[in-house]
């Protein structure tokens, strides 16, 4: 019979996404929640420095290669054709993950052109989702980030965003009716890309 932690690395490998204590525990019929935890912590003592490494993401555990594997990894991936964001994508994103839950008028506003085409993609890629409609004119939705936001930006929750100075304000939305609207500068949406989603 395997050992546990045979077990939790086989899990671990086979999971196309990250996999969480409980659902370790259910799978081998563990007493708890902390005894997968510390299955997936003998595991993480047993790679040490090699290849790959074990890591919390997205409110749970994933497999993965080192960091510092990565030149010889993009250059085995060189000739694949890889799912890339725009700036604009990124921006929008970056947006959403310090502001949320955000409207799209308010996207606008901050960007200064319409968010729309840009919001499409990022849900087609279920980076973001819709969290409910704003009490406002029009009841716009609200969009949020995703779990597969956290895992595709290597977050364990989304106090691992990186920490910024000041506060991303709002622009006053009638003050950008005044000034042009928005809303018909269209903005390219996913063209342009040359930015990897996973960094």
Same mark, same amino acid.
Request: charge should be negative; hydrophobic fraction near 40%; glycine fraction near 10%.
């Given at each position: 019979?395997? $050992? !546990?932690?045979?077990?939790? &690395? ?27 935890? &510390? ?65 799209? !008028? ?24 819709? #969290?409910?409609?704003?009490? $406002? ?33 709002? !622009? &006053?939305? $009638? ?7 928005? #809303? ?5 949406? #996913? ?9």
């Amino acid at each position: 019979m395997p $050992a !546990p932690t045979d077990v939790v &690395e086989a899990l671990l490998f086979a999971s196309d996404t990250p996999l969480e204590a409980e659902r370790i525990r259910e799978v081998l019929e563990l007493e708890s929640a902390q005894a997968a935890r &510390e299955l997936v912590e003998e595991l993480r003592a047993r790679y040490g420095d090699r290849g790959l490494q074990i890591v919390e993401v997205g409110g749970g555990y994933r497999m993965i290669t080192r960091p510092e594997l990565a030149p010889w990894l993009v250059r085995l991936a060189r000739a694949r054709t890889k799912s890339r964001l725009s700036r604009p994508a990124l921006e929008t994103l970056a947006i959403i993950a310090y502001k949320q839950p955000v409207s799209r !008028p308010e996207m606008d506003a901050i960007r200064g052109v319409n968010s729309e085409a840009v919001l499409e993609n990022l849900l087609e890629r279920r980076l973001i989702r819709i #969290a409910g409609r704003k009490e $406002a004119p029009g009841r716009p939705y609200l969009f949020e980030t995703t779990r597969e936001f956290l895992v595709a930006f290597g977050l364990r929750d989304l106090g691992d965003l990186p920490k910024v100075e000041g506060e991303l304000v709002v !622009p &006053e939305l $009638a003050g950008v009716a005044e000034h042009g609207d928005a #809303a018909t500068q269209q903005d390219p949406g #996913a063209g342009g890309a040359d930015v990897p989603a996973g960094g």
